[in-house]
């Protein structure tokens, strides 16, 4: 399984940006997804998960309201909408899939099988 992300980038406090994550190699339905961030000199944090149908999403308290995940099964791909954003969510956000994992692991990194290798988000104040 390749996971791919994209769409970071500069943007300043209070925009938007919009971050993909592309994944080839098997069938993208069966995974549920996550999307984590790592600001230098940090620990990777939980920003949002996401199962399988959609059925249930979970946010990061600091990304709550302000973040919106989702996932588009026919074109296998992940999605973190992200608006409001804040100089304290600049940080290398990575996506994540498992097949395994249970709901409550959701949001424990350690819980994900496969990893993209992150895409970069700066917000300057």
């Known amino acids: 399984v390749q996971l791919q992300a994209s769409g970071g980038g500069l943007v300043q406090a209070g925009g938007s940006l919009r971050l993909s994550c592309a994944v080839a190699g098997r069938t993208f339905r069966n995974y549920r997804m996550g999307w984590f961030r790592q600001a230098p000199g940090k620990e990777r944090e939980f920003v949002a998960a996401i199962t399988q149908s959609s059925s249930s999403t979970f946010y990061g308290d600091s990304v709550k309201g302000r973040f919106t995940i989702s996932r588009d099964n026919a074109k296998n791909t992940l999605y973190l909408q992200m608006n409001s954003l804040k100089p304290e969510d600049t940080a290398v956000y990575f996506c994540?899939?498992?097949?395994?994992?249970?709901?409550?692991?959701?949001?424990?990194?350690?819980?994900?099988?496969?990893w993209g290798q992150g895409t970069l988000v700066t917000v300057s104040s």
């Open positions: 994540a899939a498992s097949e395994t994992i249970i709901i409550s692991s959701m949001r424990s990194s350690g819980a994900y099988k496969y």
